[in-house]
């Protein structure tokens, strides 16, 4: 199972309030404002989509979990992709600032729905693409059915989907099930259970509950409903083996990347992506989770950096 939606804000702001965000010193690094998501909306695909940009550069779309809107992205990894690229975020249809969904939610819909989002948006231009976690699944699809939308792709803590898909264990899937999550489930399911890794956790929600709490990022509301359509888009991405059928057919440079210690979406399900694929370059971060991309935010811009600059 994966993340549903994570409900980071109030998890952030509840710890930010108890007192209970404080790390040790320098237990991860901060960054000392927040960037600013200066909120837009376009019409693609029947709908709205709302956005915002950040920095300057190649362009980089960044696909987030299961209903988590673009103010659920660590203010500290936008600030170290945005320095190297013009990184772009979303809130998908249905989902925080966004108009509802166009029809019923599927990954391949979704991905449809993102290909007109960016002929709007960057009429044609190839884009790179990061996909965290059901995003991965989106920009799978993305790939496949559109390939002349995207330059490079990172899958960041996904699957392939079908058999070739494998799931945490039962007590991730139990705890990432739950209908209320408490921020002691959210760190024990997505990082290690290291006295760094948990301040780690820690330092991210207070990083988001200062983002929220200071203007810089949007107050947003995650409806019942579209949660439920997206988890429910998962059942049939594990009962068919299409989409890693299809992988093969990805020309886009990719950079399949996870936390070697993910229990939510474990590493095999990467190793299985890169093997599949004929121009994958797998990498897994040490001693990290499937908030890897949270955990050490300044090292995985600068890996993922480095990717989509490379030759």
Known sequence: ??????????????????????????AEAVVDAAPVLHVRTIAAAGTTFA??????????????????????????????????????????????????????????????????????????????????????????????????????????????????????????????????????????????????????GRAFLGRLAAAVSSGAYPQEEVPARTQRAMVAAEAPWLRSDANAHDLASIGARTLVITGAQDVITPPVNSRRIAALMPNATLALVPASGHSFLFQDPAAVAARVHAFLTGA
């Open 51 to 200: 956005y915002a940009e950040l920095g300057a550069g190649a362009p980089l779309l960044l696909l987030n979990g299961t209903a988590s809107p673009m103010n659920e992205w660590d203010p500290a990894l936008l600030e170290g992709l945005s320095r190297h690229a013009r990184v772009i975020v979303i809130d998908y249809p249905g989902l925080g600032l966004s108009g509802p969904a166009p029809g019923t939610w599927t990954f391949d819909a979704a991905a449809g729905w993102i290909a007109a989002f960016l002929d709007q948006r960057l009429p044609g231009r190839a884009v790179d693409v990061l996909g965290w976690s059901m995003g991965g699944f989106i920009a799978q699809r993305l790939a496949v059915d559109h390939p002349a939308l995207v330059r490079r792709l990172v899958l960041a803590g996904t699957n392939p989907g079908g058999s070739q898909a494998v799931l945490g264990p039962a007590w991730v899937q139990r705890a990432d099930s739950a209908a209320e999550e408490s921020a002691a489930a959210y760190l024990a399911t997505n990082y290690p259970r290291t006295r760094t890794a948990q301040a780690a």
């Open 1 to 26: 199972m994966w993340p549903r939606g994570l409900r980071l804000r109030a998890l952030a702001v509840t710890l930010c309030l108890t007192g209970a965000l404080l790390a040790p010193a320098g």
